[in-house]
């Protein structure tokens, strides 16, 4: 083996894989760096879990509001965007 070739990890080795993981994990720490995950080393590492609401609870939670309350949030939305035109228009 020479020395530009990366060592062979045994992941049957539990203590391999784990040092293996904390590894790459250390290496996510630099700035620009891309490391890549297995499945499994995603799972033991807790990096990829899914708790985000699913489209439909989030369809299902429009429900709650009332039409006034929809009405206010989109005149919001439009008194913000305009104000946010308006001070991009300033700065040119």
Known sequence: ???E???VVDYKSNDDAQAA???KL???LIPGFQVEFDPDEAERAGAFV???L???DALESGIDLLPDDIEKGKADARR???QFKAGQTAQR
Request: net charge negative; charged share 35%.
């Open 54 to 56: 699913s489209e439909q």
């Open 5 to 7: 070739q990366e060592p």
């Open 80 to 82: 913000a965007y305009g």
């Open 21 to 23: 993981l904390l590894e």
């Open 50 to 52: 899914e708790d985000a």
């Open 1 to 3: 083996m020479n020395s």
């Open 26 to 28: 250390d290496d996510s």
